[in-house]
Protein backbone atom coordinates (compact mmCIF):
# COMPACT_ATOMS: atom_id res chain seq x y z
CA UNK A 1 0.00 0.00 0.00
CA UNK A 2 1.44 3.12 -0.81
CA UNK A 3 2.13 5.85 1.92
CA UNK A 4 3.27 9.10 0.94
CA UNK A 5 5.11 11.64 3.47
CA UNK A 6 5.38 15.37 3.57
CA UNK A 7 8.04 16.62 5.52
CA UNK A 8 7.62 19.92 7.08
CA UNK A 9 4.15 19.65 7.92
CA UNK A 10 4.80 23.68 8.48
CA UNK A 11 7.40 25.77 7.09
CA UNK A 12 7.49 29.88 7.86
CA UNK A 13 9.83 31.62 6.24
CA UNK A 14 10.67 35.62 5.28
CA UNK A 15 10.20 36.90 1.51
CA UNK A 16 12.78 36.26 -0.29
CA UNK A 17 14.41 33.35 0.60
CA UNK A 18 14.07 30.05 -1.52
CA UNK A 19 12.74 26.40 -0.29
CA UNK A 20 12.44 23.53 -0.35
CA UNK A 21 9.33 20.95 0.48
CA UNK A 22 9.70 17.31 0.65
CA UNK A 23 8.04 14.23 -0.37
CA UNK A 24 8.75 10.66 0.21
CA UNK A 25 6.59 7.74 -1.02
CA UNK A 26 6.83 4.13 0.10
CA UNK A 27 5.76 2.06 -3.47
CA UNK A 28 7.99 3.52 -6.12
CA UNK A 29 5.72 1.63 -8.89
CA UNK A 30 4.02 5.29 -9.54
CA UNK A 31 3.33 6.16 -12.75
CA UNK A 32 3.70 10.09 -11.68
CA UNK A 33 3.66 12.70 -8.61
CA UNK A 34 1.88 16.06 -8.90
CA UNK A 35 2.16 18.70 -6.85
CA UNK A 36 -0.83 21.02 -5.76
CA UNK A 37 -1.62 24.30 -4.03
CA UNK A 38 -4.06 24.34 -1.94
CA UNK A 39 -5.39 28.08 -0.09
CA UNK A 40 -7.29 27.92 2.95
CA UNK A 41 -11.02 26.24 2.40
CA UNK A 42 -10.21 26.04 -1.71
CA UNK A 43 -9.24 23.76 -4.42
CA UNK A 44 -6.95 21.99 -5.47
CA UNK A 45 -4.68 23.79 -8.22
CA UNK A 46 -1.99 21.54 -9.85
CA UNK A 47 1.49 22.81 -9.59
CA UNK A 48 3.65 20.59 -11.54
CA UNK A 49 3.20 16.89 -12.99
CA UNK A 50 6.13 14.90 -13.04
CA UNK A 51 6.15 11.32 -15.22
CA UNK A 52 7.44 8.37 -13.63
CA UNK A 53 10.55 8.68 -16.61
CA UNK A 54 11.21 12.19 -15.84
CA UNK A 55 14.04 13.57 -13.39
CA UNK A 56 12.27 16.94 -12.69
CA UNK A 57 9.91 19.38 -14.00
CA UNK A 58 9.81 23.42 -13.82
CA UNK A 59 7.33 25.96 -14.49
CA UNK A 60 8.54 29.45 -13.86
CA UNK A 61 9.82 29.91 -10.10
CA UNK A 62 9.40 26.40 -9.04
CA UNK A 63 11.07 23.35 -9.57
CA UNK A 64 10.18 19.87 -8.53
CA UNK A 65 12.14 16.67 -9.00
CA UNK A 66 11.74 13.12 -8.74
CA UNK A 67 13.70 10.07 -7.80
CA UNK A 68 12.28 6.74 -8.08
CA UNK A 69 14.78 4.61 -6.24
CA UNK A 70 14.94 6.63 -3.53
CA UNK A 71 11.15 7.33 -3.34
CA UNK A 72 11.75 11.06 -3.07
CA UNK A 73 10.67 14.52 -4.30
CA UNK A 74 11.04 17.64 -4.00
CA UNK A 75 9.35 21.24 -4.82
CA UNK A 76 12.04 24.11 -4.73
CA UNK A 77 10.57 27.50 -4.69
CA UNK A 78 12.94 30.09 -5.82
CA UNK A 79 12.28 33.94 -4.55
CA UNK A 80 8.95 32.97 -2.06
CA UNK A 81 6.67 36.01 -2.17
CA UNK A 82 3.79 36.22 0.29
CA UNK A 83 1.65 35.19 -1.95
CA UNK A 84 3.41 31.30 -2.37
CA UNK A 85 1.26 31.40 1.80
CA UNK A 86 -0.62 27.99 0.87
CA UNK A 87 -0.57 24.70 1.93
CA UNK A 88 1.40 22.18 -0.66
CA UNK A 89 0.37 18.54 -1.12
CA UNK A 90 2.06 15.96 -3.25
CA UNK A 91 0.34 13.04 -4.90
CA UNK A 92 1.68 10.27 -6.50
CA UNK A 93 -0.42 8.35 -8.87
CA UNK A 94 -0.17 4.37 -8.78
CA UNK A 95 0.54 1.26 -10.78
CA UNK A 96 -1.48 -0.77 -8.42
CA UNK A 97 -4.30 1.28 -6.88
CA UNK A 98 -6.39 1.81 -10.23
CA UNK A 99 -5.36 5.15 -10.88
CA UNK A 100 -5.94 6.33 -7.39
CA UNK A 101 -4.34 9.76 -6.30
CA UNK A 102 -2.43 8.77 -2.50
CA UNK A 103 -1.57 12.53 -1.15
CA UNK A 104 0.58 13.50 1.75
CA UNK A 105 -0.40 15.34 4.54
CA UNK A 106 0.72 18.36 3.37
CA UNK A 107 3.36 21.18 3.85
CA UNK A 108 1.83 24.40 5.19
CA UNK A 109 4.09 27.18 4.28
CA UNK A 110 3.73 31.21 5.13
CA UNK A 111 5.74 33.89 4.03
CA UNK A 112 6.18 36.89 5.61
CA UNK A 113 6.76 39.95 4.33
CA UNK B 1 -11.61 26.29 -20.67
CA UNK B 2 -10.62 22.90 -19.36
CA UNK B 3 -12.56 22.90 -16.02
CA UNK B 4 -14.14 20.58 -13.19
CA UNK B 5 -17.44 21.70 -11.87
CA UNK B 6 -19.38 20.72 -8.39
CA UNK B 7 -22.21 22.13 -6.94
CA UNK B 8 -23.14 22.89 -4.79
CA UNK B 9 -19.99 24.60 -3.30
CA UNK B 10 -21.76 24.80 0.53
CA UNK B 11 -24.26 22.26 1.88
CA UNK B 12 -25.61 22.16 4.92
CA UNK B 13 -28.69 19.34 5.76
CA UNK B 14 -29.94 17.09 8.51
CA UNK B 15 -28.72 13.64 9.09
CA UNK B 16 -30.83 11.85 6.72
CA UNK B 17 -32.76 13.47 3.80
CA UNK B 18 -30.91 12.38 1.19
CA UNK B 19 -28.57 14.41 -0.82
CA UNK B 20 -26.69 14.82 -4.35
CA UNK B 21 -23.11 16.31 -5.08
CA UNK B 22 -23.03 16.93 -8.91
CA UNK B 23 -19.49 16.88 -10.57
CA UNK B 24 -19.04 18.10 -14.98
CA UNK B 25 -15.69 18.03 -16.64
CA UNK B 26 -15.28 19.23 -20.37
CA UNK B 27 -12.06 17.79 -21.22
CA UNK B 28 -13.53 14.18 -21.96
CA UNK B 29 -11.52 12.60 -19.92
CA UNK B 30 -12.25 8.59 -19.10
CA UNK B 31 -11.16 8.45 -15.09
CA UNK B 32 -12.86 10.26 -12.23
CA UNK B 33 -13.09 10.25 -8.59
CA UNK B 34 -14.72 11.87 -5.48
CA UNK B 35 -12.41 12.15 -2.20
CA UNK B 36 -12.77 13.81 1.39
CA UNK B 37 -10.43 16.09 3.20
CA UNK B 38 -10.24 15.81 6.93
CA UNK B 39 -8.36 17.06 8.99
CA UNK B 40 -5.88 15.12 10.33
CA UNK B 41 -6.48 12.12 7.63
CA UNK B 42 -6.06 14.19 4.67
CA UNK B 43 -7.55 13.45 1.20
CA UNK B 44 -8.79 9.82 0.71
CA UNK B 45 -10.49 8.73 -2.41
CA UNK B 46 -14.04 7.73 -2.12
CA UNK B 47 -15.07 6.11 -5.42
CA UNK B 48 -13.88 6.35 -8.67
CA UNK B 49 -14.67 5.59 -12.21
CA UNK B 50 -12.46 4.29 -15.16
CA UNK B 51 -15.63 4.97 -17.84
CA UNK B 52 -18.99 5.14 -18.50
CA UNK B 53 -21.00 2.20 -16.41
CA UNK B 54 -17.28 1.31 -14.70
CA UNK B 55 -17.54 2.48 -10.93
CA UNK B 56 -15.42 0.68 -8.32
CA UNK B 57 -15.10 1.43 -4.63
CA UNK B 58 -11.88 3.43 -2.97
CA UNK B 59 -10.54 3.41 0.36
CA UNK B 60 -13.47 4.75 2.14
CA UNK B 61 -16.86 3.89 0.32
CA UNK B 62 -18.75 3.49 3.34
CA UNK B 63 -22.01 5.70 3.30
CA UNK B 64 -21.73 6.82 -0.50
CA UNK B 65 -22.86 5.58 -3.99
CA UNK B 66 -21.82 7.07 -7.32
CA UNK B 67 -23.00 6.78 -10.95
CA UNK B 68 -21.73 7.26 -14.38
CA UNK B 69 -24.09 7.35 -16.86
CA UNK B 70 -22.41 10.14 -19.16
CA UNK B 71 -18.91 10.23 -19.64
CA UNK B 72 -19.14 14.09 -18.32
CA UNK B 73 -21.03 13.51 -15.08
CA UNK B 74 -19.99 11.92 -11.77
CA UNK B 75 -22.18 12.48 -9.09
CA UNK B 76 -21.85 11.39 -5.92
CA UNK B 77 -25.49 10.63 -3.93
CA UNK B 78 -25.46 10.11 -0.07
CA UNK B 79 -28.70 8.80 0.56
CA UNK B 80 -28.74 8.72 4.79
CA UNK B 81 -26.34 10.86 5.02
CA UNK B 82 -24.49 10.84 8.97
CA UNK B 83 -22.51 13.94 10.73
CA UNK B 84 -19.55 12.09 10.34
CA UNK B 85 -19.76 12.75 6.31
CA UNK B 86 -19.30 16.38 7.18
CA UNK B 87 -16.01 16.83 5.06
CA UNK B 88 -14.79 18.92 2.35
CA UNK B 89 -15.62 16.73 -0.63
CA UNK B 90 -13.79 17.07 -4.74
CA UNK B 91 -14.30 15.64 -7.53
CA UNK B 92 -11.21 15.08 -10.01
CA UNK B 93 -11.09 13.78 -13.41
CA UNK B 94 -7.69 12.71 -16.06
CA UNK B 95 -7.63 10.98 -19.39
CA UNK B 96 -7.17 7.89 -18.29
CA UNK B 97 -5.95 6.14 -14.84
CA UNK B 98 -2.42 5.50 -16.29
CA UNK B 99 0.95 7.29 -17.27
CA UNK B 100 0.73 11.00 -18.28
CA UNK B 101 -2.20 12.25 -17.25
CA UNK B 102 -2.67 15.29 -14.89
CA UNK B 103 -5.22 15.58 -12.27
CA UNK B 104 -7.94 18.26 -12.76
CA UNK B 105 -9.82 18.96 -9.27
CA UNK B 106 -12.98 20.65 -8.54
CA UNK B 107 -13.59 23.68 -6.34
CA UNK B 108 -14.74 21.28 -3.23
CA UNK B 109 -18.32 20.92 -1.60
CA UNK B 110 -18.10 21.91 1.84
CA UNK B 111 -20.77 19.43 3.64
CA UNK B 112 -22.42 20.31 7.23
CA UNK B 113 -24.35 17.40 8.26
CA UNK B 114 -26.78 18.18 11.52
Known amino acids: KQEVTQIPAALSVPEGENLVLNCSFTDSAIYNLQWFRQDPGKGLTSLLL?????REQTSGRLNASLDKSSGRSTLYIAASQPGDSATYLC????????????FGQGTILTVHP | EAQVTQNPRYLITVTGKKLTVTCSQN?????MSWYRQDPGLGLRQIYYSMNVEVTDKGDVPEGYKVSRKEKRNFPLILESPSPNQTSLYFC?????????????FGQGTRLTVV
Open chain 1, 91 to 102: AGRGGTSYGKLT
Open chain 2, 27 to 31: MNHEY
Open chain 1, 50 to 54: IQSSQ
Open chain 2, 92 to 104: ASSLSRTGGTEAF
